[in-house]
């Protein structure tokens, strides 16, 4: 029997019931009854995963839904009780001489993992906690309000997106103008809410005994195995050798559009015939999806039905639904659930893939023995989605139609290119906001331009006076909600051209390591996982400039 969406519920928490199953799980740890209460624990965990995923997926669903909102608020409030329960439970354990049985018992990796997430949380910062949740929802909320009045229709920032790849050049200029017409209307409030959260996470961070933010975040992205050093030199390695080939790419780009000057509205248009959209709307993707995947793995068919009869897919770019692709799951169902936006381009199946081979690894990782283990640290989560991406190509023809298939793939490729430097433009920029939280809006804007000018040298807003000065960064939500997340996405990506690169030559084989990676889910660190699964670590010198050759050499550039 197929698990359907609609039936997946979990019991409401409450800080009561928190609070007496802390007491019962200490009381069973104080009795030498490890292994129940590792076990009743990772249960709770799961359980109240599940619920907290239900929250958050039915408020982005519906922003406009005032209990969805409500229940999210509650979800919000809460989150710091679970956090210090949690924290509690892991230090009691961590407390116990017999390390190596706790190893046994949860795995080498939980336990590092658990060392380092008690350093992340005291119960002197629950209510900043709280707040940080509270900021991050409002400019959520703040996207989602966008009512933009382009070609005739009342759009959200999602609905606009087609307009910046269109053939008229005009048009591309006026969606952006529009698009950076909203955050300028908003800027005050913008620059407010990031600069409430900078100095809050400071804050945070002092009370934790750390210098700044920064050292904190990386231990709430559970980093265990490089640091930021290995990240500064990563950054370097793009702009060495990245940087370069995407400015031939824009270069090329101009003349084969004929354009005297390339600004930022021309940058989308990737290709001059038209950048590649769907072959058809959201039942033609969703049908043919099938297809393309019972082509590439059984498993992977396999589970693709699952979703899909299932129900665990939420698509479609609707009023009020907030902006954005993501997956989440309900661990108590072993069930994951993708959500995006779709709005035509082909941007909808970069994000229905990348999303696919998220859930997909969740999935393979339902039955490992702690709930640690399900999603792994994003930069290895990342490479599961963005593999995906370009394991594909072979079937891509099922979704863009077969005579576009080529095209397309060169458009994907050159993408996932173009990202490397504006990812790690979004990484340098955060540590430097959070190495000088005293930084007034304005001087974050300059540290913006600053560095937009090293990774992206060609970008020229023209008229567009307010991403001219430095404020792009302010339409990028993981700056606001999840930071330091960002260079996650470009190490991930420096591992998916390496998938690329050897599907090319050993199909089968690559596959295989895929499936089996994604079996793996977070049970090692994130340069365990890539080299058993035969990639060379982003932080290993040549890594990036192998990958980078091949690819140039596939473009012709
Ligand atoms: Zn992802």
Request: hydrophobic residues 40%; proline residues 5%.
């Given at each position: 029997?197929t698990?359907?969406?609609?039936?997946?519920?979990?019991?409401?928490?409450?800080r009561?019931?928190?609070?007496?199953?802390?007491?019962?799980?200490?009381?069973q740890?104080?009795?030498?009854?490890?292994?129940a209460?590792?076990?009743?624990?990772?249960?709770?965990?799961?359980?109240?995963?599940?619920w907290?995923?239900?929250v958050?997926?039915?408020?982005?669903?519906?922003?406009?839904?005032?209990?969805?909102?409500?229940?999210?608020?509650?979800?919000?409030?809460l989150?710091p009780?679970?956090?210090?329960?949690d924290?509690?439970?892991?230090?009691q354990?961590?407390a116990d001489?017999?390390?190596?049985?706790?190893?046994h018992?949860a795995g080498a990796h939980?336990?590092?993992?658990?060392?380092?997430?008690?350093?992340?949380?005291?119960?002197?910062?629950a209510?900043?906690?709280?707040?940080?949740?509270?900021l991050?929802a409002?400019?959520?909320e703040?996207?989602?309000?966008a009512?933009?009045e382009?070609?005739?229709?009342?759009?959200?920032?999602?609905?606009?997106?087609?307009?910046?790849?269109d053939l008229?050049?005009?048009?591309?200029?006026d969606?952006?103008?529009?698009?950076?017409?909203?955050?300028?209307?908003?800027?005050?409030?913008?620059?407010?809410i990031?600069?409430?959260?900078?100095?809050?996470?400071?804050g945070?961070a002092?009370k934790?005994?750390?210098?700044?933010?920064?050292?904190?975040?990386?231990r709430?992205?559970?980093?265990?195995?490089y640091?930021?050093?290995?990240?500064a030199r990563?950054?370097q390695?793009?702009a060495?050798?990245?940087?370069?080939?995407v400015?031939?790419?824009?270069?090329?780009?101009?003349?084969?559009?004929?354009l005297?000057?390339?600004?930022?509205?021309?940058?989308a248009?990737?290709?001059?015939q038209?950048?590649?959209?769907p072959?058809g709307?959201?039942?033609?993707l969703?049908?043919h999806?099938?297809?393309?995947f019972d082509?590439?793995?059984?498993e992977?068919?396999?589970?693709?039905?699952?979703m899909?009869?299932g129900?665990?897919?939420?698509?479609?770019?609707?009023p009020s639904?907030?902006g954005?692709?993501?997956?989440?799951?309900?661990?108590?169902?072993?069930?994951?659930?993708?959500?995006a936006?779709?709005?035509g381009?082909?941007g909808?199946?970069n994000v229905?893939t990348?999303?696919?081979?998220?859930a997909?690894?969740?999935?393979?990782?339902?039955?490992l023995?702690v709930?640690?283990y399900?999603?792994?640290?994003?930069e290895s989560?990342?490479?599961?989605?963005?593999?995906?991406?370009?394991?594909?190509?072979?079937?891509?023809?099922?979704?863009?139609?077969?005579a576009?298939?080529?095209?397309?793939r060169?458009?994907?490729l050159i993408g996932?290119?173009e990202?490397?430097p504006y990812g790690v433009?979004?990484?340098?920029?955060?540590?430097?906001?959070?190495?000088?939280?005293?930084a007034?809006?304005?001087?974050?804007?300059?540290?913006w331009?600053?560095l937009?000018?090293?990774y992206?040298p060609?970008?020229?807003?023209?008229?567009?006076?307010?991403p001219?000065?430095?404020?792009?960064?302010?339409?990028q939500?993981h700056?606001?909600?999840?930071?330091?997340?960002?260079?996650?996405?470009?190490?991930?990506q420096c591992c998916?051209l390496q998938f690329?690169?050897?599907?090319r030559?050993?199909?089968?084989a690559s596959?295989?390591?895929?499936?089996?990676?994604?079996?793996?889910?977070?049970?090692?660190?994130f340069q365990?996982l890539v080299?058993?699964?035969?990639?060379?670590s982003?932080?290993?010198?040549?890594?990036?400039?192998d990958?980078?050759r091949?690819?140039?050499m596939e473009?012709?550039?």
């Open positions: 029997m698990v359907q969406f609609a039936d997946v519920s979990a019991p409401r928490p409450t009561d019931g928190l609070a007496s199953l802390g007491a019962e799980l200490q009381a740890i104080d009795q030498g009854e490890r292994t209460a590792l076990a009743k624990w990772d249960q709770a965990r799961r359980s109240y995963e599940s907290s995923s239900l958050y997926l039915r408020f982005a669903q519906d922003t406009a839904d005032e209990h969805a909102k409500a229940e999210r608020e509650y979800a919000d409030s989150a009780a679970a956090l210090a329960l924290t509690e439970i892991k230090q354990l961590l001489p017999d390390r190596t049985g706790l190893e018992l939980a336990v590092r993992l658990w060392q380092t997430d008690v350093t992340i949380f005291h119960p002197s910062i209510g900043d906690l709280e707040q940080e949740a509270k991050y409002s400019y959520t703040l996207l989602a309000s009512k933009i382009f070609d005739g229709k009342t759009l959200n920032l999602a609905g606009l997106g087609p307009y910046n790849e008229r050049r005009e048009t591309r200029h969606a952006q103008a529009a698009r950076r017409g909203f955050f300028e209307q908003n800027a005050r409030e913008f620059d407010r990031y600069d409430e959260l900078v100095k809050l996470r400071h945070i002092l934790l005994g750390d210098p700044s933010f920064t050292p904190l975040g990386y709430r992205m559970r980093r265990v195995d640091d930021a050093g290995d990240v990563y950054r390695q793009v060495t050798h990245v940087v370069p080939l400015a031939r790419i824009v270069e090329a780009r101009r003349v084969a559009n004929g005297v000057h390339l600004y930022f509205w021309d940058e248009l990737i290709d001059p038209g950048n590649v959209k072959a709307g959201y039942e033609y969703v049908d999806a099938q297809t393309m082509g590439i793995n059984p992977l068919a396999d589970f693709y039905r699952l899909k009869v129900g665990f897919m939420d698509l479609k770019n609707r639904k907030a954005g692709g993501f997956c989440t799951s309900f661990p108590s169902f072993g069930m994951p659930f993708i959500y936006n779709f709005n381009t082909h909808d199946i229905f990348h999303e696919m081979g998220h997909f690894q969740n999935y393979k990782s339902r039955d023995p709930i640690d399900l999603w792994p640290t994003s989560a990342e490479i599961h989605s963005m593999s995906l991406e370009f394991l594909t190509y072979p079937q891509i023809g099922e979704l863009v139609g077969d576009e298939a080529a095209r397309f060169r458009m994907h996932a290119l990202f490397l433009l979004v990484d340098h920029f955060q540590h430097e906001v959070y190495a000088n939280p005293e007034t809006p304005a001087e974050r804007h300059a540290i331009q600053r937009e000018r090293i992206l060609w970008r020229d807003y023209g008229d567009l006076a307010y001219a000065k430095g404020a792009r960064w302010q339409a939500l700056i606001y909600g999840m930071p330091f997340y960002y260079i996650d996405y470009t190490l991930a998916a690329w690169a050897r599907a030559r050993e199909p089968v596959m295989k390591a895929y499936v089996t990676l994604c079996g793996l889910g977070g049970s090692a660190p365990e080299k058993g699964a035969g990639l060379i982003p932080f290993a010198a040549g890594a990036l400039e990958v980078v091949e690819a140039a473009l012709g550039l």
